[in-house]
C-alpha cells in the first residue's frame, strides 16, 4: 500500500474545516489546517504537504492567489473547494493551476475518491523508472535546447532557469512526449489527465496547454506542441 498523501487545508468556515480535518484524518491522512492564507504561508515552511485543498473565498488574499503562487512552485497537488460554480469561476482555477475544482457542498467520499487519483498521479511522475525516460539521469530529452526534469516537476532549459509546471501540466507533458508525432486525441487526454471525473470538459486540456505555451513564450522557448482541429493534440519537435 503507498503511502497516504500529507494534506493542508485552507477554509476559513471552522465547521467545514473541522469537519474535513476529523473525515481525513480518521480516514488515515495526516492533516494540518489553516483558516486564512496568511496562516497557511507561515506554516507552510514547517509542515510536511503534498496535497493543499484551497478554498477561494478566503479572507485577506483569496484561493485564486495561493494557487497561482503554489503551482508556480510545480510540487503540490492543488484541489479547490468552492461555493462558486460558474463556468467563469471554474475557468479561473483551472488556469490558476488548479488540478481539480470542486463545488460545494463536497461529498466527502467522492473527495477521497478524488485526492487518491490525484496523489497516484503524482507518486507516478516521482517514480518514473529512468530506464524509460534517460540511460543516465531523471531528465526525458525533449529536444537539444529543454529537458523534462521529472524529480522537480520543471523543464530545464539549456543557459536559462527552469520552468516549474503544475503536476498536470507535467502529466500532459509527459503523455504527449511518450507519443510524440502521433496526435492523441481530447478525449483520450481528458481520460488520461482526469480519470477521477466521468463528466470532465474538453477545453480543460486547452486551458492547460495555454499555460503551458504562456509559460515556455516567457523563456523565449517555442513549445512544439499543435494544436489540429477536429483531432486533437500532437508533440511534433522540428528535424
Known sequence: MYKK???AIIEDNEDLRDELKFFLGANGYRVWESSSAE???RQL???PTDIVLIDVGLPGEDGYGIVQHLSKLGRYGLIMLTARGSQN???????SGADLYLIKPINFS???E??????QRLLANNVMSSNDLSETSGDLKIESDFQLDIANYQVNIVGQSAIALTPIEFSLMSKLLENQGLVQSKQDLCDYL???DNEVELHRVDVVLSRLRAKFRSHGVKLPIRSIFGKGVVYKPKR
Open 110 to 112: 467522492k473527495l477521497i
Open 39 to 41: 496562516l497557511f504561508w
Open 89 to 95: 469561476d471554474k475557468l479561473l482555477g483551472l488556469q
Open 45 to 47: 515552511h514547517a509542515e
Open 114 to 119: 478524488q485526492i487518491n487519483v490525484l496523489w
Open 5 to 7: 498523501p500529507n494534506i
Open 194 to 196: 482526469w480519470m477521477d
